[in-house]
């Protein structure tokens, strides 16, 4: 389950959707978008207002050459920045042949297509946090590559156990994979000394 933990967080509810083609688009970096706001705010508008306040004239300006220095490299930084966040995303796309992910922005080194033959089984995962409040189990179901685990794609996510078994039926049943679940290491039991 590594394919979203890598580029981004996995979304706390995922669905790729019940009918083929599933899809799923993420904009992983927009929640980020609020940093390079406040920067903007910070180094391009309240210097610019503050110019605007006092009246300040270009020939001022050009004397006082801190002020504008400012504002043109806090716009070249700060819009840059809003331009990355607002730019990146991710969409999967599973036919009944193909697998594949386009990355845009930041992420576009990641774009790939793969026939759907080369994965081999619809891995089940269950995480639960115990250190959360409320200590919801989320449950998650990735298409796991033959030979490339970066390829594993993660096909849904969610704390619904009733929608997590739905869709794990309807996942088997359209893309003819076998389900393999979450191997879980054997509890070891205590020992008791004998007399």
């Given at each position: ?65 801190m ?42 080194a ?47 996510w ?11 039926a ?26």
């Open positions: 389950m590594s394919f979203f933990e890598v580029l981004s967080p996995v979304p706390r509810k995922m669905d790729m959707g019940g009918d083929l083609p599933l899809r799923f688009e993420t904009r992983p970096l927009v929640g980020q978008v609020v940093w390079p706001l406040l920067g903007f705010v910070l180094l391009v508008v309240l210097p610019g207002a503050y110019a605007l306040d006092q009246g300040l004239s270009l020939a001022l300006l050009r004397e006082q050459w002020l504008p220095l400012v504002g043109v490299l806090g716009l070249f930084v700060t819009g840059t920045r809003i331009v990355r966040c607002l730019t990146t995303r991710l969409e999967v796309v599973v036919t009944a042949s193909e697998v594949s992910l386009r990355g845009a922005g930041a992420l576009s990641f774009t790939w297509n793969e026939p759907l033959a080369h994965y081999v089984s619809l891995d089940c995962e269950r995480r639960h946090h115990p250190d959360w409040i409320g200590a919801q189990d989320e449950y998650g179901i990735a298409l796991t590559h033959r030979k490339d685990p970066e390829r594993n794609v993660v096909v849904h969610s704390r619904d156990s009733r929608r997590f078994e739905d869709r794990l309807r996942y088997a049943q359209l893309l003819r994979l076998p389900v393999r679940q979450e191997q879980r290491a054997p509890v070891a039991q205590p020992r008791v000394a004998r007399r």
